[in-house]
């Protein structure tokens, strides 16, 4: 197979191409020959013309590239090494929703012959490659997993908005369903990956390392926002508390802030839902992504004590909230806490403005109920800095003076203004 892929006999595929697969996709194209397969038409038109629709791609990553995109399975059956990269949600309950997951393995089941490969690269729970997806790839292919066709798992380590760990650049793990195809998926992810690949001893293994990479990350900052509700209650300043420990060589850099995206805030979920038809009821998870979700509201509830304080009347207020992504200088919106506290200042009777350079008004709309304004005024209550955007550090006292009313309350989510700010009510994380 990897051979056969080196001179273009075999093609590879990439199913889903969102954050993770045009990525992936575009760097196996600059080497082999590719099939990228989508189900939205729209998206799959917009990569036809070199433009990636999530943002995170400059034009010239799709020059020199030897890719077919489409959505139609006939073309898909041309390809023998089939990555799926398809999102892995969560439902409104906080339960795994594996529509996509399935929906994709049924497209490759189509076109799956016998000695083809596929690899899963979306973030699941250990188990649900052999459990719920190879049945589906067997049931539509009609073919039988290990004799006919070679299963592998290998997750994916890029961070939106990152342009230093790209897909080419991070080691990536891989696993497969024997030590053979394990070999052959490596030497295939070696063609586009420099620092090479680490190989898992199982799918199961592989599938746990993933889940565990984000899940510390959640526990982590859980334990840095309630180590932050503690101080602020000391009247510390818990980045000022982080910024003295951290001097010590094994303290671990985390911040507290709030955790959205579809990635740190989603995953745990998984493991925890696995985890609970294993019969264990985890606690230490679940605490963390109980504190994470909460941040939004607890950062509302103290905004509007400051104002209160200030002898503000809260149906008079007008708040700016600066940022509305999950995280800075992207421009996704999926899962972002800012939402939370926009929605609880907004039950309090405080007016919420919000701008942000990257977002897109309609999306905001459709998604939270509410739209961007074009730019700030100048008569505001309380100013949110929710999201630490480039152009957001660069801002000074003297600008946010400029927004605000007298006795105005500064809120600074992530700290950036932290030792900056002497002529306003100041609050961080
Ligand atoms: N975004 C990240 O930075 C990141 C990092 C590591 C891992 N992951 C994981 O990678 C996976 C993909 O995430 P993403 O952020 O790239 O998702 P995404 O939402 O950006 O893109 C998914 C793409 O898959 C397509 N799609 C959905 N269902 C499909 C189907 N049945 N068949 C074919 N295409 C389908 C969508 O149209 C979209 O183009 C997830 O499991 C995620 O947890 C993401």
Same mark, same amino acid.
């Given at each position: 197979?990897?051979?056969?892929?080196?001179?273009?006999?075999?093609?590879?595929?990439?199913?889903?191409?969102?954050?993770?697969?045009?990525?992936?996709?575009?760097?196996?194209?600059?080497?082999?020959?590719?099939?990228?397969?989508?189900?939205?038409?729209?998206?799959?038109?917009? &990569?036809?013309?070199?433009?990636?629709?999530?943002?995170?791609?400059?034009? @010239?990553?799709?020059?020199?590239?030897?890719?077919?995109?489409?959505?139609?399975?006939?073309?898909?059956?041309?390809?023998?090494?089939?990555?799926?990269?398809?999102?892995?949600?969560?439902?409104?309950?906080?339960?795994?929703?594996?529509?996509?997951?399935?929906?994709?393995?049924?497209?490759?089941?189509?076109?799956?012959?016998?000695? =083809?490969?596929?690899?899963?690269?979306?973030?699941?729970?250990?188990?649900?490659?052999?459990?719920?997806?190879?049945?589906?790839?067997?049931?539509?292919?009609?073919?039988?997993?290990?004799?006919?066709?070679?299963?592998?798992?290998?997750?994916?380590?890029?961070?939106?908005? =990152?342009?230093?760990?790209?897909?080419?650049?991070?080691?990536?793990?891989?696993?497969?369903?024997?030590?053979?195809?394990?070999?052959?998926?490596?030497?295939?992810?070696?063609?586009?990956?420099?620092?090479?690949?680490?190989?898992?001893?199982?799918?199961?293994?592989?599938?746990?390392?993933?889940?565990? @990479?984000?899940?510390?990350?959640?526990?982590?900052?859980?334990?840095?926002?309630?180590?932050?509700?503690?101080?602020?209650?000391?009247?510390?300043?818990?980045? @000022?508390?982080?910024?003295?420990?951290?001097?010590?060589?094994?303290?671990?850099?985390?911040?507290?802030?709030?955790?959205? *995206?579809?990635?740190? *805030?989603?995953?745990?979920?998984?493991?925890?839902?696995?985890? @609970?038809?294993?019969?264990?009821?985890?606690?230490?998870?679940?605490?963390?992504?109980?504190?994470?979700?909460?941040?939004?509201?607890?950062?509302?509830?103290?905004?509007?004590?400051?104002?209160?304080?200030?002898?503000?009347?809260?149906?008079?207020?007008?708040?700016?909230? &600066?940022?509305?992504?999950?995280?800075?200088?992207?421009? =996704?919106?999926?899962?972002?806490?800012?939402?939370?506290?926009?929605?609880?200042?907004?039950?309090?009777?405080?007016?919420?403005?919000?701008?942000?350079?990257?977002?897109?008004?309609?999306?905001?709309?459709?998604?939270?109920?509410?739209?961007?304004?074009?730019?700030?005024?100048?008569?505001?209550?309380?100013?949110?800095?929710?999201?630490?955007?480039?152009?957001?550090?660069?801002?000074?006292?003297?600008?946010?003076?400029?927004?605000?009313?007298?006795?105005?309350?500064?809120? =600074?989510?992530?700290?950036?203004?932290?030792?900056?700010?002497?002529?306003?009510?100041?609050?961080?994380?």
């Amino acid at each position: 197979m990897y051979n056969s892929i080196l001179k273009k006999e075999a093609k590879v595929a990439v199913i889903g191409l969102g954050y993770v697969g045009l990525p992936i996709a575009l760097a196996f194209a600059k080497k082999v020959s590719v099939i990228g397969f989508d189900i939205n038409e729209q998206r799959v038109n917009m &990569m036809k013309q070199g433009i990636d629709p999530s943002q995170e791609l400059e034009p @010239e990553a799709f020059i020199d590239c030897d890719i077919k995109f489409t959505t139609s399975i006939e073309e898909l059956r041309e390809a023998r090494f089939f990555i799926v990269a398809v999102p892995t949600p969560i439902d409104d309950h906080n339960l795994p929703d594996l529509k996509p997951l399935i929906g994709a393995s049924k497209s490759v089941g189509k076109a799956l012959k016998k000695g =083809d490969f596929v690899v899963y690269e979306s973030t699941v729970y250990p188990g649900c490659t052999e459990e719920d997806c190879i049945p589906v790839l067997e049931e539509v292919s009609g073919l039988k997993f290990n004799t006919d066709f070679k299963v592998g798992y290998s997750p994916e380590r890029i961070n939106p908005g =990152d342009k230093e760990h790209t897909i080419t650049k991070i080691l990536k793990v891989v696993s497969g369903c024997d030590n053979d195809s394990a070999q052959t998926i490596a030497n295939v992810y070696k063609i586009i990956v420099e620092p090479g690949v680490h190989i898992a001893s199982s799918i199961k293994v592989a599938e746990a390392a993933k889940i565990i @990479e984000n899940t510390q990350r959640d526990v982590n900052i859980a334990l840095m926002n309630e180590l932050s509700m503690i101080f602020s209650k000391m009247g510390i300043n818990t980045y @000022e508390v982080l910024q003295a420990a951290g001097t010590k060589w094994n303290f671990l850099k985390f911040y507290p802030g709030l955790v959205g *995206g579809h990635c740190i *805030g989603v995953d745990p979920y998984y493991l925890t839902y696995k985890a @609970e038809s294993l019969g264990y009821h985890s606690k230490i998870i679940n605490s963390g992504r109980y504190i994470n979700d909460s941040m939004g509201a607890y950062i509302a509830a103290q905004t509007v004590k400051k104002l209160s304080a200030a002898k503000k009347n809260l149906n008079d207020c007008v708040v700016l909230v &600066m940022g509305a992504t999950f995280k800075e200088d992207v421009s =996704d919106i999926r899962n972002s806490k800012v939402a939370d506290v926009i929605k609880e200042l907004k039950t309090f009777g405080v007016n919420v403005e919000v701008v942000d350079p990257h977002a897109e008004s309609d999306e905001l709309m459709h998604e939270y109920g509410f739209g961007l304004i074009e730019k700030p005024n100048n008569n505001y209550d309380a100013v949110v800095v929710a999201v630490s955007h480039a152009p957001y550090k660069l801002l000074n006292e003297n600008y946010f003076k400029s927004l605000m009313k007298p006795d105005a309350v500064l809120v =600074d989510i992530k700290g950036i203004y932290r030792g900056q700010i002497n002529n306003l009510t100041y609050w961080s994380l």
